[in-house]
């Protein structure tokens, strides 16, 4: 009959679904019109990211049906008020990094209970190496 050969079923209408994790780590599950597991996770050049569980992600589906997807994105729900075009925002539960169009980068993480900022490495503030001050007190 003409009819059934108008339709295709089981193939996707949409090249992408928005879905909420199941599954959190480097294979995500995802549940968008069912449950999918072991998705790769993709992001942005430069970062590294693993969507919590339960969190709202795009799922993009490729191959000739549709059948091959990953995750490749999450919801924005978080960014600074005045965040301009070509300004990055990364945060996470612990704290945050914003890196401003004027060349700022403001740092903000939660104060631990000694009141430290870890720094891996040489810190250089206005080029010269930082020596913190022990002003008052305690000697090296």
């Known amino acids: 009959m003409w009819l059934s050969k108008q339709t295709k079923p089981g193939v ?38 693993r969507p919590a569980a339960g969190e709202t992600v795009l799922v993009i589906k ?3 049906g549709g059948e091959e997807s990953c ?6 729900t978080v960014a ?9 925002y990364i ?3 612990g704290g945050s990094v914003y890196l401003k169009n004027d060349g700022t980068v403001e740092l903000r993480g939660r104060i631990v209970l000694t009141g430290q900022v870890e720094v891996t490495g040489g ?12 002003c008052g007190g305690e000697s090296e």
């Open 12 to 49: 996707s209408a949409s090249g992408a679904d928005l879905g909420v994790t199941s599954i959190s780590g480097e294979s995500a599950g995802v549940v968008t019109r069912g449950e999918v597991r072991a998705l790769p996770v993709y992001g942005p050049g430069g970062y590294a990211w």
């Open 62 to 64: 490729g191959g000739t």
């Open 71 to 76: 995750v490749a994105g999450a919801k924005q």
């Open 80 to 88: 600074p008020a005045g965040l301009r075009p070509g300004e990055v």
């Open 91 to 93: 945060h996470a539960d």
């Open 123 to 134: 810190l250089r503030v206005n080029g010269e190496i930082y020596k913190p001050c022990t």
